[in-house]
């Protein structure tokens, strides 16, 4: 399969259920039956060997290009629920086998050569300020890091300077060798008309179809939405810039790169703002060889997303649905039927859109521990995108009729106290998808964090699971205590 889906912002913080696009998976997954949620106990894994040096690959998701994808999760030092918290960014390389937590790299600001942060801890780094893209085009990602500068104000708008920051890639995984020990990572040449506060909401795709990663964000003046194609040099210019499109202060969402590196023109989703409640979408259609189309396409309300090929026509479509998600004030708590407890599948071809009802709550259930955003993927390999939903009791694939559990749930007593966990949190999120073993399957990504708060869930996931498809089994489980206390590479 082609398609998928890095983890994400919102999928890293999985506070809420899951439909997202993924790709292949190891293990044979022929006959599964799902429902399984007795997967390994994860474990942490020993002392972290460093990556093999590749010879460069497509995937903007093989960090160290040996042919293999990668997964990029986020660690803590300190109590992610306490003030201070320090962040890093670890990468988990993957291997013949899968997934491999022993073949880690962990990354801070200072590693990636990038300023140190106006916020929080000098070192911290999170994985939504990261964005994994082949820039150069020499096979190896780059690391591309937004930077919050000096505050600034172009005309009726003030905000921090945003502006990405690029760590450029080698054999080694971005960097171990490059920028932290040999000089500060190069700034983003940004158009003269958004130079002033930089860009939010930063996003990879290759809009044009040229085989090239490019880059997209939206200019904080809200004045356009910026397209930036590859490839482009070591001074940080692209090859050339479209700033025509319009602008928003909502957030971007951009099809997946083919990991394959056969030229596929990615599609791009703005999400209009919310606060809290079920957000407007605009869908611009990438063009081969010309870009985004200008003459937007206005999809339904929705504030979960996910590109895929669900009718396995071959063709990119895209599911916009409910994610759960509700303004607070009084009277605008509920949304209207066609948008609450849906979601809706815009076929590639252009015919009418698909709508399917999203698991409901169980009965009496008195928790918001339900559904949320969505994830591809094709765990069986057949070129059919199934799409992941995080349910109140764990996740669900949505693959064509069929509806299959994936349950993995956390221990029952945490934090080496006794304490006891409540069996409403101790189910694992789904938070991605990969095909980490090569084998043109997808693996799925779930976690589970041992907060106390559902509000802090995720903030703090420790414990992974990496699934053979939807069966029971695991291709790796592993915990991510002690990863941040490694130096970077």
Avoid at 78 to 107: C, E, F, M
Avoid at 195 to 218: E, P
Wanted: one cysteine or more; a negative charge; aromatic letters at 6%.
């Amino acid at each position: 399969m082609t398609s998928r889906t890095a983890l994400s912002a919102l999928s890293v913080c999985a506070i809420s259920a899951l439909l997202v696009p993924l790709t292949g998976c190891g293990g044979d997954t022929s006959g599964d039956t799902g429902g399984g949620k007795s997967g390994a106990e994860p474990t942490a894994p020993g002392a972290s060997a460093a990556p093999s040096a590749g010879k460069g690959s497509k995937d903007p998701d093989d960090i160290n290009g040996d042919g293999f994808q990668d997964l990029l999760v986020p660690v803590y030092l300190g109590k992610a629920d306490q003030p201070g918290a320090d962040q890093r960014v670890a990468v988990v390389y993957g291997s013949a086998d899968g997934l491999d937590p022993t073949t880690r790299t962990v990354h801070g600001r200072a590693a990636l050569g990038l300023p140190a942060s106006l916020e929080g801890a000098r070192d911290s780094l999170t994985v939504d300020e990261v964005v994994t893209a082949d820039l150069d085009g020499d096979g190896y990602p780059e690391f591309v890091s937004t930077v919050l500068g000096e505050t600034a104000t172009d005309g009726l708008i003030s905000s921090a300077r945003s502006v990405p920051h690029i760590t450029w890639g080698g054999p080694g995984g971005s960097k171990d060798e490059g920028a932290g020990a040999k000089g500060e990572a190069t700034p983003v040449q940004l158009p003269p008309s958004v130079s002033k506060l930089g860009v939010q909401s930063l996003v990879r795709g290759d809009f044009d179809g040229d085989g090239h990663h490019d880059l997209a964000a939206l200019a904080q003046n809200e004045q356009s939405t910026v397209v930036l194609y590859g490839p482009f040099t070591r001074d940080g210019n692209p090859a050339r810039s479209d700033t025509g499109l319009p602008g928003s202060s909502g957030a971007l969402i951009a099809d997946a790169v083919d990991p394959s590196g056969k030229p596929r023109p990615t599609s791009l989703l703005v999400q209009g703002p919310n606060d809290g409640e079920q957000s407007a979408n605009t869908f611009h259609r990438a063009r081969k060889g010309t870009g985004l189309a200008a003459d937007a396409k206005e999809l339904r309300v929705g504030s979960a997303h996910a590109f895929g090929d669900f009718d396995g026509d071959g063709t990119r479509d895209v599911a916009v649905g409910d994610n759960g998600g509700r303004n607070n004030e009084p009277g605008y708590d509920k949304e209207d039927p066609d948008v609450d407890g849906s979601l809706s599948v815009y076929p590639g071809s252009g015919g009418a859109p698909v709508t399917h009802r999203l698991p409901e709550a169980p009965k009496g259930a008195a928790t918001d521990y339900g559904p949320g955003g969505f994830t591809a993927a094709d765990p069986d390999g057949d070129g059919r995108d199934g799409i992941l939903v995080a349910t109140y009791e764990g996740a669900t694939l949505f693959d064509g009729e069929r509806r299959v559990p994936v349950l993995r749930q956390g221990p029952a007593r945490v934090d080496g106290k006794g304490r006891k966990a409540p069996a409403t949190w101790r189910h694992a999120r789904p938070v991605g998808a990969g095909d980490f073993d090569g084998d043109g399957r997808d693996e799925l990504v779930l976690n589970w964090s041992s907060d106390s708060l559902f509000a802090l869930y995720g903030e703090n996931p420790t414990h992974w699971w990496i699934t053979r498809g939807t069966t029971d089994k695991d291709q790796a489980s592993f915990l991510t205590t002690g990863f941040a206390g490694e130096s970077a590479r």
